[in-house]
């Protein structure tokens, strides 16, 4: 018990901002295994991201509330996946050869591919949630639970890629190399049940299982985009899986919005 509570916190210091007790400490060797609670990371950054979209939205308005549940999300995580989704819209939209895109996307400096890129992100993100909320007046608990299914089930699909795909930038300074490590199957299958609970619940919830298409149609997406990470580059770096992420966020927002709307 007490090395599964190491790994939740390993993972809780390494992809949020918030802090782990001191006894904790960093080993390398746990953090591929501490992505078995990645999904479970999605809980936790979901559901303050909904508590904070239903303060704004019932002490102010609506477009309020879905920027502070957007601005909680990006401090609790310290924007830690828009980040490499910046990173690699720099680096696949200005290089053209292996080399380049990996020395754009190492780069710390921000180019126009990924502005432009993350301003369209989050006006997405904006206007899904909007209408999302406009979707389910009142429902606290099915917003909820659309929240923290979109943040557990998002980074599931990270961790997919991981035991899918062939990591690229083994150097000593990249901050993912421990994570990509290919791990066991039991921490694959521990993710994955985190990671669908809060879509089940969902589905009981509201009785529409059509939302449980949400998966597959996800993991498409994910293959997709490792598709064209490994077209480019061979395989994925950590600004790829955490442009897996946001688009796998993204994407879950806007089937779940298309269901309510014509189912």
Not at 93 to 102: D, H, M, P, R, S
């Given at each position: 018990?007490?090395?599964?509570?190491?790994?939740?916190?390993?993972?809780?210091?390494?992809?949020?901002?918030?802090?782990a007790?001191?006894?904790?400490?960093?080993?390398p060797?746990?953090?591929?295994?501490?992505?078995?609670?990645?999904p479970?990371?999605?809980?936790?950054?979901?559901?303050?991201?909904?508590?904070?979209?239903?303060l704004?939205?019932?002490?102010?308005?609506?477009?309020?509330g879905?920027?502070?549940?957007?601005?909680?999300s990006?401090?609790?995580?310290?924007?830690?996946?828009?980040?490499?989704?910046?990173?690699?819209?720099?680096?696949?939209?200005?290089?053209?050869?292996k080399?380049?895109?990996?020395?754009?996307?190492?780069?710390?400096?921000?180019?126009?591919?990924?502005?432009?890129?993350?301003?369209?992100?989050?006006?997405?993100?904006?206007?899904l949630?909007?209408?999302?909320?406009?979707?389910?007046?009142?429902?606290?608990?099915?917003?909820?639970?659309?929240?923290?299914?979109?943040?557990?089930?998002?980074?599931?699909?990270?961790?997919?890629?991981?035991?899918?795909?062939?990591?690229?930038?083994?150097?000593?300074?990249?901050?993912a190399k421990?994570?990509?490590?290919?791990?066991?199957?039991?921490?694959l299958f521990?993710?994955?049940?985190?990671?669908?609970?809060?879509?089940?619940s969902?589905?009981?919830l509201?009785?529409?299982?059509?939302?449980?298409?949400?998966?597959?149609?996800?993991?498409?997406?994910?293959?997709?985009l490792a598709?064209?990470?490994?077209?480019?580059?061979?395989?994925?770096?950590?600004?790829?899986?955490?442009?897996?992420?946001?688009?796998?966020e993204?994407g879950?927002?806007?089937?779940?919005?298309?269901?309510?709307?014509?189912?």
């Amino acid at each position: 018990m007490k090395q599964e509570l190491r790994l939740f916190f390993t993972a809780l210091q390494f992809y949020t901002r918030l802090p782990a007790p001191s006894w904790v400490g960093y080993n390398p060797e746990d953090m591929n295994k501490a992505t078995r609670y990645l999904p479970f990371i999605g809980w936790i950054v979901g559901s303050v991201s909904a508590v904070s979209l239903f303060l704004g939205m019932y002490c102010i308005n609506i477009p309020t509330g879905i920027l502070l549940s957007m601005i909680s999300s990006i401090l609790l995580t310290g924007a830690f996946h828009e980040d490499g989704f910046a990173d690699a819209c720099d680096g696949f939209g200005g290089g053209w050869t292996k080399e380049k895109i990996l020395e754009i996307m190492k780069d710390s400096r921000v180019g126009t591919y990924a502005v432009v890129s993350l301003m369209l992100l989050l006006g997405l993100k904006f206007s899904l949630l909007h209408a999302l909320t406009e979707l389910l007046p009142g429902q606290f608990p099915a917003i909820l639970l659309v929240f923290v299914s979109a943040h557990a089930l998002s980074r599931f699909m990270a961790v997919t890629m991981i035991f899918t795909h062939q990591y690229v930038r083994f150097t000593d300074d990249s901050k993912a190399k421990p994570v990509a490590e290919v791990g066991s199957k039991t921490t694959l299958f521990i993710a994955a049940i985190i990671a669908i609970i809060p879509l089940i619940s969902l589905f009981l919830l509201l009785n529409q299982p059509s939302l449980l298409l949400s998966l597959p149609i996800l993991y498409g997406i994910k293959m997709l985009l490792a598709r064209y990470f490994t077209k480019w580059i061979g395989g994925y770096t950590g600004d790829c899986l955490g442009t897996t992420q946001q688009v796998c966020e993204i994407g879950f927002y806007l089937f779940t919005a298309l269901l309510w709307k014509f189912i």
